[in-house]
């Protein structure tokens, strides 16, 4: 069963405005949250992550909200760069000491960004 | 200083033949993790190593598959008997794990594209 779930295969926005891309799950254990981005023939980059005791994470264009009470989270991009173009992974690990870092990903997002 | 390196970048090799797929971790980094991707998905857990022992090896399909890390660096994943349903892009991460918190950002390689015919 898919734990992590991007139902959104692609998504396309025009330059200068917001990107919002979508992440469900359903594991209540998950209490750690990043997101990803990957381009064509490199492995994914970090971007940027949330802890389940908060609720919004800020760093730069790259703003994550975390609602745990619908178990969903997003990452909003703002504002849209064409270099922002690639594929978004959402993943999330179990916490507590004996926690194993073990990310289980979404099936990604192919975001692109129009000039 | 180096990110995450893997060789081969590509590997094609006949159905039944045995390959390695090595990665190099970032210095220092005592965690150690295996992932697979097929097409259109995202990458799935094989494997985690803390130090040389496989913490976590609930993520490997079956016996064909095994990897070590022997002096607690470099890692090598082992597949037997390979099958088509095995081609896929094998990544590798790293990460400055502390405490047993599973919190510390995983930096990936680029990947082994394996192609089995």
């Known amino acids: 069963d898919q734990q992590v779930k991007q139902n959104s295969p692609s998504l396309s926005v025009q330059e200068g405005r917001i990107s919002i891309l979508n992440c469900d799950y359903t594991n209540s254990m998950f209490d750690y949250f990043l997101w990803y981005k990957k381009y064509p023939a490199e492995g994914p980059t970090f971007l940027i992550s949330i802890s389940s005791i908060k609720d919004k994470n800020e760093d730069g264009r790259f703003t994550v909200f975390l609602n745990k009470s619908a178990k969903h989270l997003s990452l909003h991009i703002v504002p849209s760069q064409p270099g922002d173009s690639a594929v978004y992974f959402c993943?999330?690990?179990?916490?507590?000491?004996?926690?194993?870092?073990?990310?289980?990903f979404g099936q990604g997002t192919t975001l692109q960004v129009k000039p | 200083g180096a990110g995450v390196s893997q060789t081969p970048s590509n590997k094609v090799t006949e159905k039944g033949k045995y390959v390695e797929l090595r990665c190099d971790p970032i210095s220092g980094h005592t965690a150690l993790y295996w992932y697979r991707q097929s097409l259109g998905q995202g990458p799935e857990f094989l494997i985690y190593?803390?130090?040389?022992?496989?913490?976590?090896d609930s993520g490997l399909p079956n016996d064909r598959f095994f990897a070590v890390r022997p002096e607690g660096s470099v890692s090598t994943l082992k597949i037997q008997r390979t099958e088509r349903g095995d081609s896929a892009v094998y990544l590798c991460?790293?990460?400055?794990?502390?405490?047993?918190?599973?919190?510390?950002?995983?930096?990936f390689g680029p990947g082994t594209r394996l192609t089995v015919l």
């Open positions: 993943a999330a690990s179990g916490g507590g000491s004996g926690n194993t870092g073990k990310l289980i």
């Open positions: 190593f803390q130090g040389t022992g496989a913490a976590d």
């Open positions: 991460a790293s990460s400055n794990l502390a405490g047993g918190w599973g919190t510390d950002t995983q930096y």
